[in-house]
């Protein structure tokens, strides 16, 4: 990814307003037992602690107990915590993005029923507000947006590709059309 402009604020700022009561028993309930590990098709590849799917979550964590709990908000006050660097969000991103599919494997799991997949899209959240998309995921969404599909397939080549399929059919001895735009 070539080097962004990071609003590391932007991210922050989305984290928390993001946490609410039901995503502040998600973080605290975890008991760092490791069983989304062994469920990450990631971590298990590669061992990668940072691949831990609770761990992608991190940075949510510690921006709920930074500010949220009574002692992480001493602990800020005494100038005891780490800050979110931009560094922070950029490593981030490899792990929220590059090292997770959303399969939901880690939550299913999850002893304490922590839904680990929604923090993680809140995590993915925070990167995009501060700019950290990665270039084809964002290059995707433009298309579907403007084109009405994230590969931009316009609707001459999804017609085309319809009228391939028919001819198939038709030598699979299958009769009848595929309508379009009919109902």
């Not at 984290?15 to 971590?43: K, V």
């Not at 590849?45 to 002692?71: D, H, M």
């Not at 992480?72 to 929220?96: C, F, H, K, Q």
């Not at 922590?114 to 995707?140: C, F, K, N, T, Y």
Request: glycine letters at 6%; charged letters at 25%.
């Amino acid at each position: 990814m070539s080097e962004k402009t990071v609003n590391a604020k932007a991210a922050l700022e989305t984290y928390a307003n993001e946490i609410n009561g039901w995503m502040a028993s998600q973080l605290d309930a975890c008991t760092r037992c490791g069983l989304c590990a062994e469920a990450c098709h990631f971590y298990v590849s590669t061992g990668n602690p940072n691949y831990t799917p609770i761990w992608k979550a991190e940075l949510l964590r510690r921006v709920y107990q930074q500010k949220f709990t009574p002692a992480g908000r001493l602990a800020s006050a005494l100038g005891l915590v780490r800050p979110i660097t931009e560094e922070n969000l950029r490593e981030w991103v490899e792990y929220d993005y590059f090292a997770c599919t959303m399969c939901n494997r880690c939550s299913q799991v999850c002893p304490m029923g922590i839904d680990i997949a929604s923090l993680i899209h809140v995590a993915r959240e925070g990167l995009a507000a501060a700019g950290l998309v990665p270039e084809d995921l964002m290059q995707a969404t433009n298309r579907q947006v403007e084109e009405g599909s994230p590969l931009g397939v316009t609707d001459d080549v999804f017609e085309e590709r319809l009228e391939l399929f028919e001819d198939f059919l038709e030598d699979a001895d299958y009769e009848g059309d595929i309508p379009i735009d009919k109902q």
